[in-house]
């Protein structure tokens, strides 16, 4: 029987102070006026902050509670982009959810349990933890979706995020409970070594296409993809553009130690799954955008393509692709939180600025916003010099080396179709003439203004500089 | 034939039995008791196999609290036996299909289950010399399983969080009961008195004043 000693919980500072500070904020705001709400605001931004600070400060890996909790280098870089990501979130979400009466401090405080689901998600060492990690991040997203309660969009997409997120999990734990039937452990350690040493895997593979399946439904991969639309529509685009940013980067830690710390024997079988998940996300993805008039409509079907292009990472199986699909999910976390920003930059009270239509014009009405939207549009659709174009690149050449060059060339052609509709906004915003060719006032949440060109243009700087960023990547991973 | 061998096969004879009693008796009340009757002799094989923890679990949150629900649930619902019994034939083919997939995928699974090589392993109670499946749970989910049993608490906190934010509202235009003003009030708030000149009546037949 394992014992608990007090290293156990020095492996656990990150996340036992993001507890305790969760409850103090939950706490702490019940006596807040609403017109103090800022205070929540700032301290939630600060509670990231310290949390981001106590994981770089400590190094070296470990485990703890008997292996259930891993400390690493991978665990680490994507706990700082989660953290990251959601303080870009809250400072983006700020002015749209007080023009919309939900500027509500249980925002903040869902969002960082969903933050805290994920920190556990990426450290998981068991079955258990994964389960757990991943129900405390999916339960609190449910809730983030329903906030606004009296839209009837907002409770089309919870109700079938929630449905379809409960299948999901009753996949997931379906695999688990066979993969837990054909090795006798939950330890995912020993679960590598039982799967690396089966002679006669069928209970083993019969839990790994669950598992997989289960995956791919919290990644949006097609054909397990048929939430994503509606609920990143329905959901308040400050739920938006958090459910669409961060736990992109959790579910690929989630990918990584359930397949490859744990059932990294079945190799070859999961990387056949994923290669036709992969061509099915980038045809679905891909085409089905073309068709959307919604720019948040739009941005979900992309999404589902740049899911394809990260299990093109996840295919190779080696660590080079898990590095190239981990500089992916980070790329494409960054980019994704200044998009959805976007929308709430230009959204004012009772007016949402998610149709393509809507950004007709831009240049003659905001040039600095439409020069940012069109930085984001590019990267998105992997132009050079930006970062979106080195994560492509990455993904590409990791399907190349591990021998899917026909994967690697459905993967290429497709991001040629992505990036019609990338440029079609691009086209929108400087070809097009404005209804209203009034300048736009500037947005009055200075802030906001700062943080998202900076954000932008972080795709442009990271873009020129890449290397440190994927040496880092490729530095969790084992690669000198 | 020995005596736990004779009880294991009483139980499973009655649990079979009252679990075709609930799809086949008319009363939908009757129905929901041999569920309770189906779960009570579930829980004692459980027991039966040295599972106390699932038996009492089963018996306290199924036959104690969901059952209960379901029985109100049942009992203010006004269900014609009549109105279930429409459509039998007609959906007898759809049913019989069903039926018999399912039989094939259990089937199989089992036979999958047959096919893995590896051993379950032995009750780890037993190996820790803990006599009491019970006590050995409790210990183990305090120790080994810490860390997940405080994420289900978070988890659950999460729940209620999530509750409340999506019902409690500030509703407006409810007439409540406010005590605290109604004990305040003053004899100046409700009566208020106005000095006015003495009317002086006037008579009904003439119209001329008294």
């Known amino acids: 029987m394992t014992t608990i000693s007090l290293t156990d919980l020095y492996t656990l500072i990150p996340e036992s102070f993001l507890t305790l500070a969760i409850c103090f904020i939950l706490l702490f705001d019940q006596f807040l006026k609403p017109a103090q709400r800022n205070v929540t605001h700032y301290l939630s931004i600060a509670t990231l902050a310290v949390t981001a600070w106590l994981v770089t400060r400590h190094y070296g890996d470990a485990t703890a509670f008997g292996g259930m909790f891993v400390h690493d280098g991978i665990a680490d870089a994507l706990k700082l982009f989660v953290l990251l990501t959601t303080a870009l979130v809250f400072v983006y979400a700020r002015s749209y959810l007080a023009d919309r009466g939900l500027y509500v401090g249980e925002y903040y405080v869902l969002c960082l349990f969903a933050v805290l689901g994920m920190m556990f998600l990426v450290s998981a060492g068991s079955l258990v933890i994964v389960y757990l990690g991943l129900e405390l991040l999916a339960l609190s997203s449910y809730a983030l979706v329903a906030l606004n309660r009296d839209s009837p969009l907002s409770s089309e997409g919870a109700m079938k995020y929630f449905v379809l997120g409960a299948l999901a999990s009753g996949m997931l734990l379906y695999g688990m409970s066979m993969v837990y039937g054909a090795t006798g452990t939950l330890d995912l350690n020993k679960i590598h070594a039982a799967s690396v040493a089966a002679t006669q895997p069928t209970l083993l593979l019969f839990g790994v296409v669950f598992i997989v399946v289960g995956i791919a439904f919290k990644f949006g991969a097609a054909p397990f993809h048929m939430w994503l639309p509606d609920v990143y529509q329905g959901a308040p685009t400050a739920v938006t553009v958090f459910i669409g940013s961060a736990p992109k980067l959790a579910a690929f830690g989630m990918a990584y130690r359930l397949l490859e710390s744990g059932l990294g024997g079945a190799g070859p079988h999961w990387q056949q799954m994923l290669a036709a998940l992969a061509v099915a996300s980038l045809a679905i993805g891909n085409i089905a955008a073309i068709m959307q008039s919604n720019l948040k409509r739009m941005l979900a079907y992309s999404t589902i393509s740049h899911v394809g292009f990260l299990f093109l990472g996840l295919v190779n199986g080696a660590p080079s692709g898990y590095a190239a699909a981990m500089f992916y999910a980070i790329s494409y976390a960054l980019m994704a939180a200044v998009a959805f920003g976007m929308i709430l930059l230009l959204s004012r009270a009772g007016f949402e600025a998610e149709e393509i239509e809507d950004f007709k014009g831009l240049n003659q009405r905001a040039p600095w916003y439409a020069f940012l939207m069109s930085l984001t549009m590019f990267s998105l659709a992997g132009v050079p010099p930006l970062f979106g174009f080195f994560g492509k690149l990455l993904v590409l050449k990791a399907a190349v080396d591990s021998g899917h060059v026909w994967l690697a060339i459905v993967g290429a052609v497709f991001a040629i179709v992505g990036i019609y509709y990338y440029l079609r906004v691009v086209k929108v915003m400087y070809f097009d003439d404005a209804d209203d060719a009034t300048p736009l006032a500037a947005p009055s949440d200075a802030p906001m203004r700062w943080v998202i060109s900076v954000n932008a243009l972080a795709l442009l700087v990271l873009g020129l500089t890449w290397g440190p960023l994927y040496a880092w990547c490729a530095r969790s991973f084992g690669i000198s | ?210």
């Open chain 2, 1 to 210: 034939m020995t005596l736990q061998l004779i009880c294991f096969y009483a139980f499973a004879a009655v649990m079979v039995a009252s679990a075709l009693a609930v799809v086949t008796v008319r009363n939908t009340v009757h129905a929901v008791l041999f569920l309770v009757l189906t779960f009570f002799t579930a829980a004692a094989t459980w027991i039966l196999a040295e599972a106390e923890f699932l038996g009492i679990a089963l018996i306290v949150v199924y036959v104690g609290a969901v059952m209960v629900l379901f029985l109100f649930v049942v009992m203010m619902l006004d269900i014609k036996p009549e109105s279930m019994r429409e459509g039998f034939i007609r959906f007898l083919p759809v049913g019989v299909v069903v039926a018999a997939v399912m039989l094939v995928e259990m089937l199989g699974l089992i036979g999958v289950k047959a096919m893995a090589a590896k051993q379950m392993p032995a009750d780890p109670a037993v190996a820790d010399g803990v006599a009491q499946n019970t006590a050995w749970l409790g210990k183990a989910l305090y120790t080994q399983f810490l860390l997940p049993f405080e994420i289900a608490a978070l988890i659950l906190t999460v729940a209620l969080v999530a509750a409340v934010a999506l019902t409690h509202r500030k509703r407006t235009g409810v007439k409540t009961q406010k005590p605290g003003e109604q004990v305040r009030v003053m004899r100046e708030d409700r009566i208020r008195i106005v000095k006015m000149a003495a009317e002086t009546p006037t008579n009904p037949t003439t119209g001329e004043s008294a």
